[in-house]
């Protein structure tokens, strides 16, 4: 926990200003960006692909999670549940993600 130190003093000084408010600010949205994605891929790996329309999964805040980023995608969150599922499944989208990605 050592090496973490410094990044756990910039986030609790509040009364930052200039550059140390907008690393303060960078850390904080990278920690909260990285949150959202774990949270969204544990709810998208609990989608049940086996139904037909797949079915969202039965617990409360992940439903919740996916209905409201879902929700995105034209029609309904119901619509984007099951394009998200065949996206998913893709083999074109398996064969994109084997293409390193151009930088």
């Known amino acids: 926990m050592k090496g973490w130190r410094p990044f756990i003093q910039i986030l609790q000084d509040r009364i930052q200003r200039g ?3 907008a ?3 960078v850390i904080s949205a990278e920690i909260a960006t990285k949150a959202d994605l774990i949270l969204f891929e544990t709810a998208s790996a609990q989608i049940d692909d086996t139904q037909d329309p797949p079915l969202a999964p039965d617990i409360g805040w992940q439903a919740d999670l ?3 980023s879902l929700a995105t995608f034209p029609r309904s969150s119901e619509a984007g549940l ?3 599922t065949e996206a998913r499944t893709s083999p074109e989208l398996a ?3 084997d293409k390193p990605s151009p930088r």
């Open 95 to 97: 064969r994109r993600s």
């Open 23 to 25: 690393l303060r600010d």
């Open 19 to 21: 550059p140390q408010r």
């Open 66 to 68: 996916l209905s409201k």
């Open 82 to 84: 099951v394009m998200f």
